[in-house]
């Protein structure tokens, strides 16, 4: 079995509280713990991280692997060295990803750009396939040419 330390989420709607737990790896979030280590409220001001040290120390001495954001958290209270957030990779939040999607000026245009991209996709193989048929044709040309010539020789 290997541990992990997770945050276990607790409270009501809009009002979230969470467990710093011990878990199997393979665990859900609020499956069953093996030992319960503290507390976070992160709406609290200041944001309130409360952990055993002792119980801690143990656990990761025993190989248990803390979560990202359990890592950060024990990293501020001092248990493990602090963490650099500076070289953490950003995450955009949910509100901002889905607006960049939907950020069209109008309804239409969502619909209206693929179109207008395949018909100019379509318009492009046209062109080359033009060119294509014009260097046959020049090609063909020459090739006659060429057979006319030693003709008019003989």
Request: no cysteine.
């Amino acid at each position: 079995m290997a541990a992990k330390i997770k945050l276990q989420r607790k409270g009501a709607k809009n009002r979230p509280f969470y467990r710093v737990v011990v878990q199997d790896e393979s665990a859900a979030r609020n499956s069953r713990v093996v030992e319960i280590l503290g507390q976070y409220d992160p709406l609290a001001e200041p944001s309130l991280f409360d952990v055993d040290k002792e119980k801690t120390k143990e656990w990761l001495a025993k190989g248990a692997m803390p979560t990202e954001k359990v890592r950060i958290l024990l990293g501020k209270a001092g248990i493990l060295p602090p963490v650099d957030l500076a070289a953490l990779p950003k995450r955009k939040p949910k509100g901002e990803a889905e607006k960049k999607e939907e950020k069209p000026a109008s309804a239409e245009a969502p619909a209206e750009k693929p179109a207008a991209e395949a018909q100019e996709e379509k318009k492009e193989e046209k062109k080359e396939e033009e060119k294509k048929e014009e260097e046959k044709k020049e090609e063909e040309k020459k090739e006659e040419e060429k057979k006319e010539e030693p003709a008019k020789e003989a």
